[in-house]
């Protein structure tokens, strides 16, 4: 899978991707994530990229023409199939999002700063908005970065038996069980005696009671869907 970032913050991006099961994804040539400094595409002097809102109002909207021009750019080397902009009054960002973007092939994420982006690119070019949650951030580079991990770690290869994808909290649309490592017994804290048990069939279904009473408890909404 091909991402391509067009930020005005490529520094921003440097270090999410370069570490850990992103840096493995990378290095093994599954995932490749390519950040686009918006101000090498303006027109403009002094490499401009935002200008005040039509209207009046506070704050500073990203122009449409950078805009354009860096997705051209980009679409004339390969097709895309989504455009995708991070945006706060986007549908939110979950689980299954990040399951069906993991099948795509080559993405455009499109990060905002200021009060946005000119709705003209929202109409004719993003096929697709995200939201990471109800809370307004300084832009959309943090948010972009939470959409490739959460992607990259579901593509097939990136993540081994150990750090297998299938048990994670709302992959079957229920929160994790909890989980214990060494020492059995810390500062007298005991772990559960089932785990010690050895039959894994009761193992299971232990977890299973665990996930469900978690999900009751701290998400009940998610057992409604
Ligand atoms: N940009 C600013 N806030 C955001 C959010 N909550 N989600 C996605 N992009 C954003």
Known sequence: ??????????????????????????????????????????????????????????????????????????????????????????????????????MKKNLIIICGHYKGIDDRIREHFVTMEISIGDYVLSGGELAAAVVVDAVGRLLPGVLNDETSALFDSFQDGMLAPPVYTRPADFRGWKIPDILLCGDPKKIDDWRYEQSLKRTEQRRPGLLDE
Do not use: C, W
Not at 4 to 19: A, K, M, Y
Not at 60 to 67: A, G, S, T, Y
Not at 74 to 95: A, N, S
């Open 1 to 102: 899978m091909r991402i391509d970032i067009i930020t005005v913050l490529p520094e921003l991006l440097e270090s999410p991707f370069s570490h850990s099961i992103m840096k493995r994804a990378k290095d093994k040539g599954l995932l490749e994530v390519y950040t686009h400094n918006l101000r090498d595409y303006t027109p403009y002097k002094q490499a401009q990229v935002d200008d005040y809102q039509f209207g009046g109002g506070a704050g500073m909207v990203m122009m449409p023409e950078p805009l354009a021009l860096a997705i051209e750019h980009l679409q004339k080397e390969r097709k895309y199939d989504e455009i995708i902009y991070m945006t706060p009054d986007g549908p939110l960002f979950e689980q299954k999002t990040a399951n069906s973007l993991s």
